[in-house]
């Protein structure tokens, strides 16, 4: 049965900052990768099975209990971008301070002093799921539905896209997410965090180094 504490925490309303992201949407908008539906689908597509799965893992990890400084270690292992790794740890200083507020836990508080400078938001995702009372699994759902969410509302504003097509693309991508997150899950399981995916995006990491660099730009990511 699907938690609400899950859909909470899928929520874009959700007040940790993610809004204000676009996922390497607006990057990709600007190169001409993403100019519609077939192609926001298609961009979702890569992003889910890369670091999407990546994150999924990570979120799933840290919900069972795996060591958080460990799990930061890896996920700044498999972030080769410079920005985005300052985001994710921007993300995750944000979504601390939400589940805090949202889910009050000893072991959040205790987490947030020990690393001021943030974990990385996938860890911090897991571990906001585990104070909810979800499972590894629900933690790796979050976390691919983001992967696809992100950009998908990213482009509603980039492009002026109608919103009922962004929506039928998460809806087509739906069993994708599922099936990352079950492999996430499955990965989490072994307890090694060097077992963990490590798929990688290169274009991610080259759009997000080069909208870091824009003077102006509409999302801060």
């Known amino acids: 049965m699907m938690s609400a504490a899950l859909l909470l925490l899928a929520d874009g309303r959700f007040p940790a900052g993610a809004h204000a992201h676009s996922g390497g949407a607006e990057a990709a908008v600007r190169a001409g990768r993403i100019t519609g539906p077939a192609s926001l689908e298609e961009f979702c597509r890569g992003r889910l099975h890369t670091t999407g799965l990546v994150a999924a893992a990570l979120a799933a990890a840290a919900c069972g209990g795996q060591d958080s400084a460990e799990l930061d270690a890896a996920a700044d292992a498999r972030t080769p971008s410079p920005a985005l790794r300052a985001t994710a740890r921007k993300l995750g200083r944000q979504l601390m301070r939400a589940a805090r507020a949202t889910w009050p836990s000893p072991e959040l508080d205790a987490l947030a002093a020990a690393f001021r400078g943030g974990l990385h938001q996938p ?99």
């Open 123 to 221: 860890v911090v995702l897991g571990l906001a799921a585990r104070a909810a009372g979800l499972a590894p699994a629900d933690a790796a759902r979050a976390a691919a539905y983001d992967a696809v969410s992100g950009p998908s509302g990213a482009a509603v504003r980039l492009l002026s896209l109608d919103p009922f097509a962004a929506t039928a693309v998460l809806a087509r991508l739906s069993a994708e997410v599922d099936a990352v997150a079950r492999r996430a899950t499955e990965a989490a399981a072994l307890g090694d965090p060097d077992a963990l995916p490590s798929a990688s995006a290169p274009l991610l990491d080259i759009g997000a180094e080069a909208h870091a660099a824009w003077p102006v730009r509409l999302f801060a990511s």
